[in-house]
């Protein structure tokens, strides 16, 4: 009649017997599971997209290798889960080698559109004072350039030129009362200006200093600037320049990083739910098998 004749009761030993663990134990080991199955994949996906934004530029070979042990990590758990006949282990491996595949395919993406460009003018030459006849060889690594005080777009001389849907403008950045034939610099913007007048792009039209980042020497600004030296008879000289120009320069090279920093975070919720969806599904996979075990053991 005493409590020792109990089914499933307490052993001497003062500890559960392995067939018959608390349904609490279970549901905590389960908890876990699904916790690192979740939280694992997207601090990998974190770290190496972290990496893109903050190492790539200067230690690549390092980022490689650390996406490498990534890789490593995410093939051991699935090792383990496989020989182990552990489906917890072989999903955490699963996620972390997707989490691995997405960051690294976002860093790269967001390294070539936006972080090449961004740590070119952030590490770039600030010129002062710089007079539009000045050869461009010699603001070649400018990340911010100002031109003297009466330096101005010539709108006269504007061509724009009708491609791929928009409108790519040029002007020459010229200096009063000499029109050089010869052009350095070419102001650029794109869907600003009408095909021979209404340059209007940036802040080239503002009163004061022309402060300036340099533009990327694309294809179709490439074919504007020769259109515009064969309608009004200039040359461009050998490496001219094309600028963007702003207010604040700087704010341009900001905006840059903001926008980077925003589509990386975007990126990292949307894995975080992918790793808390997938969480889910396990455990729901996992909630059957663990009531057919214990009816099996019941029934033994």
Not at 2 to 18: F, I, K, M, N, R
Not at 32 to 43: M, N
Not at 131 to 138: A, I, K, R, S, V
């Amino acid at each position: 009649m005493g409590l020792g004749g109990a089914t499933g009761s307490v052993g001497a030993s003062g500890q559960w017997p392995q067939w018959s663990k608390p349904r609490g134990a279970k549901r905590r080991n389960r908890l876990a599971d699904v916790t690192v199955s979740v939280a694992l994949p997207w601090l990998v996906f974190f770290l190496i997209l972290s990496l893109f934004l903050f190492a790539y530029h200067d230690m690549r070979l390092l980022v490689w290798v650390l996406v490498g042990l990534c890789v490593c990590l995410a093939g051991l758990f699935m090792t383990l889960g496989f020989y182990g006949r552990h489906p917890v282990f072989v999903a955490i491996g699963l996620m972390c080698l997707l989490s691995v595949s997405l960051a690294t395919a976002v860093g790269s993406w967001l390294h070539s559109h936006y972080l090449v460009r961004y740590w070119e003018l952030e590490k770039g030459s600030v010129y002062k004072d710089v007079d539009p006849l000045t050869e461009p060889e010699l603001t070649t690594d400018a990340g911010i350039i100002t031109f003297v005080a009466n330096a101005f777009v010539d709108d006269s001389r504007t061509l724009g030129f009708v491609a791929d849907g928009g409108i790519f403008c040029v002007a020459p950045v010229a200096v009063p009362p000499y029109y050089s034939d010869k052009v350095n610099y070419w102001a650029v913007g794109t869907n600003c200006c009408q095909s021979r007048s209404g340059f209007d792009c940036g802040s080239s039209r503002e009163l004061g200093t022309l402060s300036g980042v340099p533009e990327l020497a694309g294809p179709r600004y490439s074919e504007a600037v020769a259109e515009a030296a064969a309608v009004y008879g200039l040359t461009s000289s050998q490496g001219a320049q094309l600028l963007s120009f702003a207010d604040n320069p700087q704010q341009v090279i900001t905006e840059m990083w903001d926008d980077t920093l925003t589509v990386a975070l975007l990126a990292i919720l949307a894995d975080l739910v992918i790793c808390c969806l997938a969480g889910v599904g396990m455990a729901r996979l996992l909630q059957p098998q663990s009531r057919d075990s214990e009816k099996t053991r019941l029934r033994k």
